[in-house]
């Protein structure tokens, strides 16, 4: 990193007319881990950088190249002052509003909790000192990011009421390499200070409902299968809780999830139909259902995983091989037919399709999970996404259930089945995916598809049809995208 | 979300002279979901948004803090207009040709398929209000990620034959933090147009070979493992279709499909050594082939994954445990002797072997298409990525072969292999990879491995060696890069 | 791709005064790949390309609309001209200086190897045509991806001593989609032709680690299992070298590693607790450390999954298989109770439970491995990565040591556990960990987490406390972010 020479060569003037951004000299407040980082990047990109420190001569290792001044004498020659210091410290800069007057003042400075403080940093950066603008931004990068990452497509989010001075703010991000979104003005502070202290608020809800629909089937299959079993047959099955019953939560929660987060499209295409419009506003619970539907098909992807890894260790579990054994000896003591068992043809076929079909469903899913990632996502064009999510994603449901349903396929009737006369788990869980199916099933079906897409280009129920479009408007076709 | 108070804020005018950026006007024609959500995106932007709609009093929930107007009104303050209405409904345009005069119109519609109209919706709304500049963009963009998503990394695709006009959208673009790629003139409007109607145009080749290969392969095996069993020992094994079969068709068509993302690489050396430079086109077929290389891979790693996973749930298939249970039960029936069946120490060695080499082949395959990750590979140098798809694919390919040769090792000789004169699957597989091998060997063998070396760095044969590269040109070894 | 019309619209003036970038000239010298793919992504840009070549009538196919000169008649009309020739052709430059006056040259050119010459190639050119301002840049970019790939998110570094002619690169680049990433003046020019020639530097270290613990661990356990055995029983085991072995290795190295990569923070937390400020920079040795972590722990993911695949395939394995069936027969033979073994409650939950721990810490190292994706990372908010990387890290390495111990849970005090008075692989592996795991513990126990934290804001020890914070300076608590 050759910091010193960059300075130097920086200050010798180019030939031709000086271009804006030679040698611009930018001023940093504070020298902790973020102001030291955007020092770095800033002396990369070729700016001259001052910091601005209350003990310049022993504020710990600074960037090389970069200069050391009191705040009063660093600020004095840039027009852009970042201000990387807590805003507990803030006060300071009250005594420096003759020297603040008029420059730009970049707010980076993030709080440790939501709601610390009645006001925004950077409102109240720029009520304590009227003279400059103040502009927040940066502080949705992490220094970590700043000092080792690559800045590529990373974004700086801008906010401030002088269009003037973010332009001068995203002017110098692009050189360092970002891009920026002005999000308006200085009363947007707030939510810019508050996008790093998020802690998955997309997530909540979906987590939530899984939390939930695991514990309720945790709860129902071990009165089920492990106390049905103690208080009929007086057996301990107690150990099954561990790896049994939890394969049979796991697959019953991804399945409800999966459906879940198909349900909301389906309800919202019915709706459509039903008000013979698509201008009006979907009811709240219905958008916010919409706009956690990639959160509840990944957390169901997550589920139907462990069930998969769960499935695959039963050969090597201890009670799994202890039955097989104890299975053949009990086969040679009892009788003494030649083939201890007849092989049931109908029996393999069946087993054999429940596992292709869960393989299928699964590959189907991992396929669906793996367009959700953001970098694969962004690749596809929306009539690819559309396929992917839409068409792939019911067929994947329909891989799920039927494997659900053959799974009982032989139990439905048997009354052995309905232990306490409750049905089993899967019973449960198929109700909603044959809901959504079946649902879906009607809404392409030909003539039910013909009226929803017309719906969804604009046509509006109820409007006169035969009324000719002028330019002049009037009653007609909607024209609207 | 403070639109109102933003559009106020906007217009307070900030210290400094007005800055080219501040409360900037754009005008929206259409309310649909599109042209709501970019109305939205450009309020966030600190823009001043007017919609333009037939009905102003009746267009549907709009972003709050944008104005709507009828159409001459909202276009008349606007320098820039946004086109949010769907072809058909285009002809009023023409009789705001006064109105829009000198304009620039950016046409972000789409179609519903391809070649639905002879000329581009953009070429039409030109010559419809020939006195405006149009430009076609932002139509890449679905109305879904303007609404929600980060535009972080997303290109808006332009074209328009005023490069004045181009650069004022551009400008936008950077605003609402999204980069930007000039496509040239209007005349590539119909390629904009026709970006987000494309259904995996690189994946249909990959994807019919893949169907070709499952398809041809699981009817040989039909043949050879089901029809022959009933035909001459008259044993009904079609159960064995759902789990068995498909667990040999679905690695031979992998082992297939990777030594088909290799072979045009080696095809391509051979094809520079005996031409002796690198100057001359390739053949379309090779080119096509190579374009596809990428998706032939993935494929590939598709049906390896199948194939893993239905040989990890081989143990827990009903016909193998019964299989293994009558296995023991005749054992114990027939001989008498104190161990049932003698351990064979080269038999444990070489299923052994032939596990591992499956896992680390298959491990291997994860990590190259891990790295076919957008964002993975984005992050890999030049060497980098060379190193991953060149040495480790080979690796694979090798590793993989290997694994099917040892799956056979012992079955080549034996005559009951070849079930009505035939060879199994995996020996027909074997043919390709094997060749690729063989030549890839061949390639990167020392003497071959230069000359081809120097090829690519430009060396001609046949051009005289000895003569002196002047600046005044001349035959010579190629400068070019 | 209509570039012949491209260019002849481009040449139609526009209404309005003619914009900056409109039908702007750029001359690329070499007709190479590299200078045929940005001839090509520059017409599409819209820029007229001229080519410049040695032999104009000869240079092989260029992309349509481009024009071909010699080269001193090439550069003439141009301001810019790109250099994709190979650096032993530059000296032909020489004779150029008076067309090149003035111009920008921007040196696109890789070595084949590091270090091969003694000057950046770039600053050779600058000093072959002194006259010309030199700008090193798009050579991280590959031919490959120009032609092909989408450049959304790609970066172009540039260097170069005037800040004027790397304005006009940027100013380009950012036409053809690309951000940029000003690195100073041209003295850095030699950074900039190493990173293609990268080969995984921060891989370099935990790969070797890897490795070293593999191979002590594969010894010592091939002296424990197989060479005592056979030392002892006089039986060649000699075939689990390649599954049972690898099997065992696999995990010990993959739990190792995972703690080694989080004992880096806990030093690092021990050290500013200790030291009581954070402004004192780390040993070198800790700062290298800290900076492979992910590779560290990516690693210990990779052979985690190892470990599952392994531990998946036993059932099918022949050994296995052998066992099993040796065991029944054994026990049929030698004793004729009903049941041939009794059915262990404790043993059920002890293994039941170990593979659950075992597939939980899985699913979180899986989750770990996908937030570190680097598309997935760029969406975490700051405090959502410390939250993944930090609590479930730690969970991870809990659940993962935890399953270690499980696995040892009734061998630690049976002395035919340690063979040749040699611990078993297992517990050598748990040392680690565990001191992780009590040191984090340690760490994040109420008092001394206050303490920390306290620190990590900013708070050094030693110094007054109750001294006030003036503006005018003077000793405090540290305001730095």
Redesign the interface.
């Known amino acids: 990193m050759?910091m010193e020479?960059?300075t130097e060569?920086?200050s010798?003037p180019?030939?031709?007319?000086?271009?804006?951004?030679?040698?611009e000299l930018v001023c940093i407040f504070?020298?902790?881990?973020?102001?030291r980082s955007l020092g770095q990047r800033l002396?990369?990109?070729?700016y001259t950088v001052v910091f601005g420190s209350?003990?310049p001569h022993s504020?710990?290792?600074l960037p090389q190249g970069a200069q050391v001044k009191?705040h009063a004498a660093a600020a004095q020659s840039a027009k852009l002052v970042f201000i990387?210091?807590?805003r507990?410290?803030y006060?300071?800069l009250?005594?420096?509003r003759a020297q603040l007057k008029?420059k730009v003042l970049v707010d980076?400075?993030?709080n440790?909790k939501k709601d610390q403080y009645p006001e925004a940093n950077a409102e109240y950066l720029q009520r304590l000192v009227p003279g400059a603008?103040v502009v927040k931004g940066f502080n949705?990068l992490?220094s970590w990011s700043l000092l080792?990452g690559?800045?590529?497509?990373?974004?700086v989010l801008v906010c401030g009421?002088?269009?003037?001075?973010?332009?001068g703010v995203?002017e110098l991000a692009?050189?360092?390499?970002?891009?920026?979104?002005?999000?308006?003005?200085?009363?947007?502070a707030r939510e810019l200070e508050d996008?790093?202290?998020?802690?998955?608020p997309q997530w909540r809800l979906p987590l939530r409902l899984a939390v939930g629909l695991t514990a309720s089937f945790f709860f129902y299959l071990l009165i089920r299968d492990v106390i049905y079993t103690y208080a009929t047959q007086g057996k301990?099955v107690?150990?099954r809780i561990?790896?049994s019953l939890?394969n049979k939560v796991f697959p019953i929660v991804s399945l409800i999830m999966l459906s879940l987060c198909y349900l909301p499209g389906v309800l919202a295409g019915i709706l459509q139909l039903y008000r013979g419009t698509k201008?009006?506003?979907f009811p709240d619970w219905l958008d916010r259902w919409m706009?956690c539907r990639k959160q509840l098909g990944l957390l169901a992807l997550?589920f139907a995983?462990?069930h998969?890894?769960?499935?695959?260790?039963?050969?090597?579990?201890?009670?799994v091989?202890?039955t097989?054994?104890?299975?053949?000896?009990?086969?040679?003591?009892n009788n003494n037919k030649?083939?201890?068992?007849d092989?049931?043809?109908t029996?393999?076929?069946a087993?054999?399709?429940f596992?292709?079909l869960g393989?299928l469903g699964?590959?189907l899913y991992?396929l669906l999970g793996l367009t959700s990632?953001?970098?694969?996502g962004?690749?596809l064009?929306?009539?690819?996404?559309t396929?992917v999510q839409s068409k792939l994603g019911h067929l994947t449901l329909l891989l799920c259930t039927a494997h659900a349903y053959l799974y009982g396929w032989d139990k439905f009737l048997r009354s052995s089945t309905y232990k306490w006369w409750t049905p089993p788990g899967y019973m449960l869980c198929l109700v909603l995916p044959t809901v959504v199916l079946v649902l879906k099933l009607l809404l392409i079906s030909p003539c039910v598809e013909r009226s929803l897409s017309r719906i969804r280009?604009?046509w509006e129920r109820g409007q006169s049809e035969g009324a000719a479009?002028?330019?002049?408007?009037?009653p007609g076709?909607?024209?609207?995208?």
């Not at 002396?43 to 070729?46: F, K, P, T």
């Not at 998969?308 to 009670?319: A, E, W």
């Not at 030649?338 to 068992?341: D, E, L, N």
């Open positions: 050759h020479e960059q060569c920086v010798l180019p030939q031709g007319p000086p271009g804006p951004p030679k040698c504070g020298t902790g881990d973020l102001g002396l990369q990109a070729g209350r003990r504020c710990g290792p009191v990387a210091v807590h507990e410290h006060d300071f009250e005594s420096l008029g980076i400075s993030n440790q603008s949705t992490s080792n690559p800045l590529e497509g990373k974004q009421d002088s269009a003037e001075a973010k332009q995203v692009t050189r360092l390499g970002l891009s920026s979104l002005d999000r308006g003005c200085l009363s947007s996008i790093p202290l998020q802690l998955f301990d107690s150990f561990v790896v939890a201008y009006r506003k706009l997550g995983c462990l998969v890894i769960y499935t695959l260790i039963i050969p090597i579990r201890y009670s091989r202890h097989l054994i104890s299975r053949v000896v009990n086969e040679m003591k030649s083939t201890p068992f092989f049931d043809n029996e393999a076929w087993t054999d399709s596992y292709m393989v699964f590959s991992i990632l953001p970098s694969v962004a690749t064009s929306w009539r690819e996404f396929f280009q604009g479009w002028g330019p002049a408007g009037g076709k909607s024209i609207h995208l």
